[in-house]
T-cell receptor, first 110, second 111 residues
């Protein structure tokens, strides 16, 4: 079935560093792709989404581009802050449900 | 605020006891979901509902049952809790735009 694979963490960065979290997917069709973020002790929040090839989702300085040729949806941010410390999940929507990657824990140090 | 609440938020129970978690929405969305979150596994789908009395299994449904007698409520029941069901459980709702909105989670510990 359809699935996503994201880079393992944890990832530790200094403030203002560049962040990339890799995500690749396997799907028979062209699913919608999402990034969710989970701050400590909270539920998951939608960070951004893309519904078709070459779409770029963006929010709060984060970006991800839906690349059909490489089946990827990598998350990037040019200058992270301590408040970006969280767990990030890549997800794929197929027919009726979201399938999630295992999550990547990001810690940003001041 | 996505208009979704879960109860209880925390529960400790003993092996073999029944447990029911409740998810309540104020958005009138057709689709509702129960996921569990465990380290290293991300979120895995337990059951979902596509309308009143319409439910189906997800990838980790063994040991769980669900019911949806009203649009706004989706109940998850563990008939006889086991230690392997210690987890954080998330309910989600899905509007027509496709993305899911999650509740704040219910942390269940089975001793």
């Amino acid at each position: 079935g359809d699935s996503v694979t994201q880079m393992e963490g944890p990832v530790t960065l200094s403030e203002e560093a560049f962040l990339t979290i890799n995500c690749t997917y396997t799907a028979t069709g062209y699913p919608s792709l999402f990034w969710y973020v989970q701050y400590p002790g909270e539920g998951l929040q939608l960070l951004l989404k893309a519904t078709k090839a070459d779409d770029k989702g963006s929010n709060k300085g984060f970006e991800a581009t839906y690349r059909k040729e490489t089946t990827s949806f990598h998350l990037e941010k040019g200058s992270v802050q301590v408040s970006d410390s969280a767990v990030y999940f890549c997800a794929l929507f197929d027919d009726y449900k979201l399938s999630f990657g295992a999550g990547t824990t990001v810690t940003v140090r001041a | 605020d996505a208009g979704i609440t879960q109860s209880p938020r925390h529960k400790v129970t003993e092996t073999g006891t029944p447990v029911t978690l409740r998810c309540h929405q104020t958005e009138n969305h057709r689709y509702m979901y129960w996921y569990r979150q465990d380290p290293g596994h991300g979120l895995r789908l337990i059951h979902y509902s596509y309308g009143v009395k319409d439910t189906d299994k997800g990838e980790v449904s063994d040991g769980y049952s669900v019911s949806r007698s009203k649009t706004e409520d989706f109940l998850l029941t563990l008939e006889s809790a086991t230690s392997s069901q210690t987890s954080v459980y998330f309910c989600a709702i899905r509007p027509d735009t496709g993305e899911l909105f999650f509740g704040e989670g219910s942390r269940l510990t089975v001793l």
